[in-house]
């Protein structure tokens, strides 16, 4: 072990890398420590407004700062830690005021002198119920505050039973597409409650099991990355998240439900949460045990180790998108055959899945300047699937092929995963952030298969595939983060240092039987055992330094060093009757294999900002090597060098506090992984086998993206436009070669005729283009909200196949429209109905172009009668059309249940569901890829009815009484 770090660790660093990063750190310390001597603070008004009973933060209340002399204003809302600053303030008297909805309005006067004035904590205290509410204006859905997009829960009704899945989604410029949340066009990457991670901040999770009833706001926004939160300088790098406002109520209280079911078919579905929110500590514990497919936790939260099943092509499985989902042409960094770190994971199964699954997580303030947060979960599944598929290829040395499968698969997944960040602020000038994730993956698994190729109905070849799979896996990642700032505003400096390491193991036993028919019938038969172990790890550090140069401009000087090296091993035996083992060593088959990816760099930022306009531009500086290096079954080396300027920019332009256009330019590379590199053959399916390239080269993408928003309060409406385009150089996607006959390839990989080999190429010509549109607007005739939206997107993917290049376009165009119920409590409903439009054409055979449509349709109504009666229904309407033969869908899904309410407040529930009336519950996808497009349909859970017992968990921490104070009972 220590001859290993030696020689792949730490001697590649010792030039240029170690002295890069030396001097680097040096000058920016440095630096940072002379001019922090030599400057002033920048003149503000800072402060923070918390709750008056529990010190929480009152995330985005509304401050106000006024000037008694002319009445002219500036406001702003609270960040997710309570506080507020106000900048470019002139000398004067001023009136500040705080509100906030559940709060007693809060006044002071204030002096400002031109000095650094530090306001301190700001306590809001609780409001008293009113008996007469007059309500002059009805209160807009949402509004906009800078880049915060604020929706009052208040102004969406919902019925009783409601979690913050269904109330959220009502709300404008947020749906749920395909199970992934997504607002203003973009997928949402983070939920909080009251500015905290919660479970991992995994989205699904926090939507269904936080009930609406506890919802104060919700907000939507870009958070920066921590280093941008930390210094002020936004770098452009944010992602979509939600921020959960709880009422004020509801954070000292005890919530949640337990529910039991059994129905046919020996059905069951029982679990429940535990919420104990009180004060900053929060802990809630959830749990599922099911076999009807619900899955109550985010995919992320469920993969295996491996995925047993396959979908025909190279690899142990493939990971496919949701049913009716379809995948277009490629991505940049995508492509690639041989075995893959996706080998030990999996998407959430198509069909029916058996889950047990066990969660909690804890969120404190340990001191008054450490805030924890921490979740665990241990997740188990269950999966048999059956599946068909149809594919036909693109080339024209191929018109008229087709290849066609059935397969069965079963899987046992295990999952622990466990996520811990600690934030401590040290001192007024000094922070440090940690963050450590950690998972342990197991998986067994068993999948058969028979697939068949034919040209022109004439039968070319066929497979019968029997698969065994014993797959273990670790990744642990850890973020830490030190953070300075000096007196004078705006200047700081952080280091950062990430680690990550992953280890997975595996074992599988493969029996094929193939037939190829030509002349005459030639037979083979496989039978082997493989184990495969492979490890990596990730270093990298960052420095950074921030320095005002105005009370406007700022620059930002950054330096970075990555260090990623990674081992791959592959033995596999065939099996020998004579002595009945698996003793018979496959050196095709088998590999040895190390690489390593080195990059160091530096460059300079700058940034403008005013209330109107924020820009900034920069550029890093990034040298990179490519190493690898293969010790079986032959000895090679190759080294590669890359250099890259790296250029970013960002503009945003505020029309007003409610409409503002932002425009981002990133560029980036990305380094092939181990598998792309690693030349051992796949042939998990003897008709389709796979295999790795040591000769690519790192890819280069460039990312322009831009978006409008805009919110009216006199017309409670919201717009929001979106476009994106990336173009990447050094595309690695895939060379396929299809064999018209017997052919032998670089002197070592046998194709009979009909069949395939697919490797791993960099090509050029990528690019994709995608545009968004939604316009949110309640319409007071039908007391609903409706969100109409439009989509299109087009990419152009490079492929090779038999030696000639082929680029698959694929535009699609979507029309959707969601009509959410804003009737009463007692009358809830929805509808909604997207239609999608999807065209492929390929360069090199125009014969197999086509058009595919699918249109999904839902409404659902939810109906409270007098006496504790429920009744909901729901339908949903799928439509396909320009699938393969038999492909095609044209199908209604209709669930319903009735529910009876009882016991002391309604705790109780008794209802009977059912789920797929009408019994036509089906599953099928498009797949498009460069080489082929194919359509899959998988076995899914049909017609059954189940009886469930809830009850509602509720209560109220009270505070403890103070050491004195008289009890009164």
């Known amino acids: 072990m220590q001859q290993y770090f030696t020689k792949n660790v730490f001697q590649p660093l010792v030039n240029p890398m170690k002295q890069i990063f030396a001097i680097a750190c040096t000058a920016f310390l440095l630096f940072a420590s002379t001019l922090a001597r030599a400057q002033q603070q920048r003149p503000s008004i800072v402060g923070r407004v918390i709750s008056a009973s529990d010190t929480s933060p009152l995330i985005g209340a509304t401050i106000i700062l006024q000037n008694v002399a002319d009445s002219s204003k500036q406001g702003q809302a609270a960040d997710e830690n309570g506080r507020f600053r106000f900048m470019n303030v002139a000398n004067g008297e001023y009136l500040l005021k705080i509100s906030y909805i559940g709060y007693q309005n809060f006044s002071k006067r204030i002096s400002y002198t031109g000095e650094m004035l530090r306001l301190g904590k700001l306590e809001l205290k609780e409001g008293r119920e009113l008996q007469t509410v007059v309500v002059s204006k009805k209160l807009p859905p949402a509004t906009q505050k800078g880049d915060t997009t604020e929706m009052s829960a208040s102004s969406v009704k919902t019925h009783k039973d409601a979690n913050a899945e269904d109330l959220v989604t009502k709300m404008p410029g947020v749906m749920m597409q395909n199970g992934t949340l997504q607002a203003q066009g973009e997928n949402v990457k983070e939920v909080l409650v009251d500015g905290k991670p919660f479970f991992s901040s995994d989205p699904t999770t926090v939507l269904r099991n936080l009930p609406a009833e506890m919802i104060d706001k919700v907000q939507v926004f870009d958070k920066q990355s921590e280093q941008s939160q930390f210094s002020g300088f936004n770098d452009g790098n944010t992602s979509k998240t939600i921020n959960i406002v709880t009422r004020p109520d509801m954070r000292n209280a005890v919530f949640g439900k337990a529910f039991a079911g059994y129905g046919d078919q020996d059905r069951f579905s029982a679990g429940g949460n535990v919420n104990i929110f009180n004060g900053d500590r929060r802990i809630s514990i959830l749990g599922l045990a099911n076999n009807i497919n619900e899955q109550n936790f985010a995919i992320e939260d469920i993969v295996g180790a491996t995925s047993s099943g396959s979908s025909g092509g190279g690899g142990m499985g493939r990971m496919m998108p949701p049913p009716g989902g379809m995948r277009g042409g490629g991505r940049p960094g995508g492509g690639g055959g041989g075995s893959d770190i996706s080998d030990f994971l999996v998407n959430q199964s198509s069909g029916i899945t058996k889950s047990f699954a066990v969660g909690i997580n804890y969120a404190d303030k340990w001191s008054k300047n450490t805030d924890v947060t921490a979740s665990y979960f ?14 036909q290829y693109v080339s024209n040395s191929t018109i008229g092929q087709f290849y066609s499968q059935n397969s069965s698969s079963y899987s046992k997944n295990l999952n622990h995963k466990f996520n811990m960040r600690i934030d401590h602020k040290i001192d007024s000038s000094n922070s440090i952030m940690i963050r450590p994730k950690l998972t342990l993956q197991t998986s067994d698994g068993n999948s058969n298969l028979y697939g068949q190729t034919s040209l022109e109905n004439n039968l070319l070849n066929n497979t019968r595939n029997d698969v065994k799979t014993n797959m273990e896996g670790l990744s642990f990642s850890n973020e830490l983060l030190f953070r300075h700032k000096f007196a004078k505003v705006g200047r700081t ?51 950074s330094y921030t320095e005002p140069l105005s009370t406007k401009s700022f620059l930002q000087a950054t330096g970075t060093v990555s260090y990623k090296p990674n081992n791959s091993d592959k033995k596999t035996w065939q099996y020998d009757n004579a002595q009945s083992a698996y003793s018979t060593f496959d050196t095709t088959l088998s590999s040895k294999f190390e690489s390593y990816y080195l990059t160091r760099g530096g460059g300079l930022d700058y940034r403008f900002q005013t209330q109107k306009v924020e820009f900034n531009a920069g550029a890093q500086y990034q040298r990179a090597t490519l190493h690898s290096d293969q010790t079986f079954p032959s000895e090679y080396k190759i080294n590669r060098e890359f250099e890259n300027i790296l250029p970013t920019a960002m503009l945003k332009y505020n029309f007003s506090k409610r409409k503002n256009i932002r425009i981002n330019y990133r560029t980036s590379t990305n380094s092939p992984s181990i598998s792309q590199l690693q030349e051992v ?24 993206f831009g978006r409008f928003m805009s919110s009216s309060v006199e017309h409670s409406n919201t717009m929001f436009l979106m476009f994106g385009s990336s173009f990447v150089k050094d595309y690695i996607g895939n ?50 909200n409706v969100n109409l939206t439009a989509s299109f997107s087009y990419t152009h993917t490079p492929g090779s196949i038999n030696g000639r290049t082929n680029y698959a376009k694929s535009p699609s165009f979507g029309l959707g429209v969601m009509i959410s119920s804003n009737v009463s409590e007692k009358v809830d409903f929805s509808l909604s109905s997207q239609t999608n439009r999807v065209e492929v054409t390929n360069t090199l055979q125009k014969q197999s172009n086509s058009k595919y449509w699918n249109q999904s349709s839902r409404g659902r109504a ?37 529910a009876k309410k009882f016991l002391r407040n309604q705790a109780g ?3 009977l569901s059912a789920f797929d009336l009408l019994k036509q519950n089906n599953s099928v996808q498009r797949n498009i890829t460069e080489t082929y497009y194919e359509d899959v349909q998988t076995t899914v859970l049909q017609r059954y009815f189940m009886l469930t017992f809830t009850y509602k968990i509720k209560g109220v921490i009270r505070k403890p009484v103070p050491a004195g104070a008289s009890k009164q009972g």
């Open 378 to 391: 241990i997740n188990s599944s269950q999966n048999n699937a059956l599946s068909t598929t149809s594919r």
């Open 493 to 543: 400096y952080s280091v950062g240092w990430n680690t990550g390491y992953t280890d997975n193991t595996g074992k599988s036993y493969l029996y094929t039987g193939s037939n190829y028919y030509e002349t005459d019938t030639i037979s083979s038969e496989v039978n082997q055992f493989s184990d495969i172990q492979q490890t990596g790890w990730t270093n990298t550090g960052t420095v």
């Open 681 to 704: 053959v796949n042939n998990s399916n003897a008709l389709q086998l796979s295999t790795g390239n040591a000769q690519l080269r790192q890819t280069y993408q460039q990312n322009l």
């Open 735 to 784: 060379s396929t070669i299809i064999a018209s006959k017997d052919t032998l390839i670089d002197n070592s990989i046998s194709l009979k005729n009909g069949s395939q080999l697919t490797r791993p190429v960099n090509l050029k010509g990528y690019y994709d283009m995608r545009s968004f549109f939604m316009y949110g607007v309640p319409v007071s005739a039908i007391k609903s």
């Open 862 to 898: 939810t109906i409270t009668f007098p006496f504790g009666l429920v009744l909901q229904t729901d339908l949903q309407h799928q439509y396909y059309s320009g699938l393969s033969s038999g492909y095609n869908q044209n199908y209604l899904l209709w669930n319903a249940y009735i």
């Open 909 to 911: 529930e008794l209802k």
